[in-house]
């Protein structure tokens, strides 16, 4: 007999929208290993009718994964890796290895790093036990720390398997010395940083005195790619007026020099959007305020890159002059001038 080929399947949502508290929320069912009687994986009618755990209602496994609802970019969908098995932590690394080999590659990006298993990613009603990380529960901070470390080791293993140095992140403008979801093993692990958005035209003093975790960062000897972005700005008020978004991109490169630390910041010149590439801009006369430049039809490479400005040398960052008002770093509970070396 010929072997059956099928052309398509067509599977039954099993996210259910369910009324808590007079708030719609989503229901994900949950998966306990003791209902499936025959290991295989499915758990079928009679199983079904027989379930030693009532409350987990999953036929499959994958129906109880921690998806990240209403945190996520139209489109997508988002899962936590499990680092829960050092055995296949060593297995997946050693796939990495292989991989990076074939391609030449020397080091790996992580996007989004601020969303690990915490209430920024999860808001739990009910239920929310992690099997593979009992007795902790989604959304809280034990888990979250508890995963960031998991990740730790994963990224150590990497490190170790590849010989990678480069491992980097993308953590905005997060403090990770006030940042409680974040042990120290992942913030020594990762050594090169993507500081997206870090900075834009209305900043304002106030904001600039809590970046002193750029600096700490430098001081371990890390790289960072510093993100000046248009958003807020005058581009925004006056988005076909040329004068407004070279006024914008001025801004953020002496916004920029502020935090230049020779042979470790990069600079990086964005519009106000976060969707990244070498198409061209685009003017939208209709609906002026979602443009991406004055005009159509400039490559982002060139239109928000201040070429005739990053030509002239400026020379390096020295030490103030004596007299000068030292601008206050300020932290969560504490105040220190720019030239301490601790806070508070």
């Known amino acids: 007999s010929e072997p059956t080929q099928v052309e398509r399947i067509a599977t039954e949502p099993w996210l259910e929208l369910d009324s808590y508290d007079d708030q719609t929320v989503m229901v994900f069912p949950g998966w306990d290993p003791a209902n499936d009687r025959d290991n295989d994986g499915y758990i079928d009618s009679k199983e079904w009718q027989q379930r030693a755990n009532k409350k987990a209602s999953a036929r499959f496994p994958h129906q109880a994964r921690l998806i990240p609802t209403g945190k996520m970019w139209s489109g997508s969908c988002w899962y936590r890796t499990n680092f829960s098995d050092a055995k296949f932590n060593q297995i997946h690394a050693s796939w990495y290895q292989l991989d990076w080999q074939r391609q030449g590659l020397s080091g790996a990006y992580n996007d989004d790093m601020a969303k690990l298993l915490g209430k920024n990613q999860f808001t739990l009603f ?123 991109i001025t801004t953020g490169l002496a916004l920029y020099y502020l935090f230049n630390v020779p042979q470790q910041t990069y600079y990086h010149s964005w519009n106000q959007t976060f969707v990244y590439g070498s198409g061209n801009t685009k003017f939208n006369p209709q609906n002026p305020v979602s443009s991406t430049w004055y005009q159509s039809g400039v490559p982002k490479n060139w239109a928000y890159y201040p070429q005739h400005m990053l030509a002239v040398d400026i020379g390096e960052p020295t030490l103030p002059p004596d007299g000068y008002r030292l601008v206050k770093w300020v932290s969560e509970k504490a105040k220190a001038d720019s030239q301490d070396t601790q806070l508070g």
Not at 126 to 152: C, N, S, T, V
Not at 203 to 224: K, P, T
Request: aromatic share 12%; no cysteine.
């Open 126 to 248: 009910q239920g929310g036990l992690i099997r593979e990380m009992a007795p902790l529960i989604a959304g809280e901070l034990d888990a979250e720390q508890k995963y960031g470390q998991q990740l730790a080791q994963f990224f150590t293993e990497i490190k170790h398997q590849t010989k990678t140095q480069y491992l980097a992140a993308n953590i905005s403008e997060l403090n990770l010395w006030q940042y409680q979801a974040w042990p120290q093993e992942l913030k020594q692990v990762v050594n090169v940083w993507l500081r997206e958005h870090y900075l834009y035209p209305a900043i304002g003093l106030a904001q600039l005195q809590h970046y002193w975790e750029h600096f700490a960062l430098m001081a371990q000897g890390d790289i960072s790619l510093v993100m000046s972005s248009t958003k807020t700005g005058l581009s925004q008020q006056h988005p076909s007026q040329r004068q407004a978004w070279q006024q914008d």
